[in-house]
């Protein structure tokens, strides 16, 4: 665990792959990854080369704090949310989400680095389901989620596609 909020290592592992079109299209906005330098949280993203699978390292700032001194529940939730989702359209399925559940299983000290994981398990149709974990130094279980996501129509995308450009980003940024 690291405890001091200036030195974060969000480096990724052997046959981790950073995904810099993600990393760097993140906006302001996102309450999740929007602050790469922030209080709040600190995402990378990586793809991993053996399976294709979302990992991840995130540092917990003090603008996530819910009990004294750690993580509020909400913004591991959000992390999860996030990461599932971006697990999904990683691999060509354009998702939003429909239902999530988050396990907690230990509290999260602030100024916490931590390693995720999510990946698709299947898909039935328009619905993705997605499974992701988020753990601590040493192997250390924090959370797990569950989600199913569905498929975004042709109409929906287009939509957003209209959004991010009239934002001045690069809709394929996203893709």
Request: charged fraction near 25%; aromatic fraction near 6%.
């Amino acid at each position: 665990m690291t405890r001091e909020p200036s030195h974060q290592d969000l480096s990724g592992e052997a046959g981790w792959d950073p995904i810099e079109e993600f990393n760097e299209a993140r906006t302001a906005e996102s309450y999740v990854s929007g602050e790469p330098e922030g209080r709040r949280l600190r995402v990378r993203y990586f793809r991993r080369q053996a399976d294709d699978a979302l990992m991840g390292r995130v540092w917990f700032g003090a603008g996530t704090e819910g009990p004294p001194g750690h993580v509020h529940g909400g913004a591991v939730a959000a992390l999860l949310d996030e990461a599932m989702g971006f697990s999904a359209w990683l691999v060509g399925h354009r998702v939003v989400a429909a239902h999530i559940e988050v396990d907690f299983r230990t509290m999260i000290p602030l100024a916490t680095t931590a390693s995720l994981k999510a990946r698709v398990e299947r898909v039935d149709g328009r619905k993705i389901h997605v499974r992701a974990r988020l753990e601590l130094a040493g192997g250390i279980l924090a959370a797990e989620s569950t989600g199913l996501f569905v498929e975004l129509s042709p109409k929906h995308l287009e939509r957003l596609s209209d959004l991010v450009s009239t934002a001045g980003k690069d809709p394929e940024a996203f893709a």
